[in-house]
């Protein structure tokens, strides 16, 4: 992996509940119920202040830093460290599932669903002032939010087009994270497959990783064309929220997981979470933020 380790995240997200959804169909271009268009205003909510609160921190460890460093050449003036630089690192941060493969069905374990900057070494408390309140590397501040280019999936960036680039925000359409292909299952419940294409029904259950349904796709079609997005996005500094179907955030958490390939198809990913990547030197971590948890509970 290629991933920066630094202070950006990554965020998944299926998108909102649909109407397909609701009726336990697979695949088609539906839009969002009023639930599906609530979660899509929370996601917008959650993800200002999670890098508001973020960047807050950040400024926080930049003071400390400059007034410790203020306070430490002051106190050996008559030395070479009268001349210490300060130096302030800036982070940069960062087909169909409802959908072929995104029915949720207790019965079908599926889904488809940089650099430094110098300061001066005065050793004044202006300087350590003035290095506190220096603005975050433009990288620090972008988001891309990127989307399939299903009806259901843009209504859920939808909100972020109220930010629009003047705060950071630009957006990436793409069928890169459509969500697996049903072919001619597209529509369909899974009884109704069952009943129609019992074979076809068997063979998924059977090899869930390499099973393409009939002029659609399989999972490892997904995986193949999603490859060049996720190099693309590990070359980024900044964060990028990702609006996309359960085949297509599987196969990107078992990228970033280093998930076997064959348990893949059977990660879990539950509809109206987030779920944060942050890099690490071996392996990112995940955590999951369920925005409707607290009425659930």
């Known amino acids: 992996q290629n991933f920066h380790i630094n202070n950006r995240r990554i965020y998944l997200t299926r998108h909102g509940e649909s109407e397909d959804l609701l009726l336990g169909r697979i695949g088609g271009d539906s839009g969002l119920t009023e639930r599906g268009r609530e979660y899509a205003r929370r996601l917008r909510t959650f993800i200002q202040d999670v890098r508001r609160d973020r960047e807050a921190r950040r400024h926080d460890e930049l003071a400390h830093q400059a007034a410790f460093a203020a306070k430490s050449s002051g106190s050996d003036s008559g030395s070479d460290s009268g001349n210490v630089k300060i130096r302030g690192r800036r ?37 350590a002032s003035e290095t506190a309140r220096a603005p975050p590397d433009d990288a620090t501040e972008r988001l891309m939010v990127a989307t399939s280019v299903l009806r259901r999936a843009l209504q859920t960036a939808e909100p972020f087009k109220a930010l629009g680039p003047e705060e950071g925000v630009h957006f990436l359409h793409t069928n890169q994270l459509n969500e697996v292909s049903a072919g001619l299952c597209e529509g369909m419940t899974y009884d109704e497959i069952a009943a129609e294409y019992p074979d076809e029904f068997q063979r998924r259950a059977e090899r869930k990783l390499t099973y393409r349904y009939p002029l659609g796709e399989s999972y490892v079609d997904v995986i193949n064309r999603l490859n060049p997005l996720v190099v693309d996005m590990e070359r980024l500094r900044y964060d990028v929220l990702v609006v996309s179907h359960r085949a297509c955030i599987r196969a990107l958490l078992g990228y970033f997981l280093g998930t076997p390939s064959e348990e893949v198809p059977f990660i879990d990913v539950p509809l109206h979470c987030v779920l944060e990547i942050t890099p690490g030197a071996y392996q990112a971590q995940v955590t999951v933020h369920d925005l409707f948890k607290e009425e659930e509970e």
Do not use: T
């Open 91 to 127: 982070s940069g941060a960062g087909s169909r599932s409802d959908d072929a493969d995104e029915v949720d069905d207790s019965d079908d374990d599926d889904d488809d669903d940089d650099g430094d900057r110098d300061g001066g070494g005065a050793a004044s408390d202006d300087a």
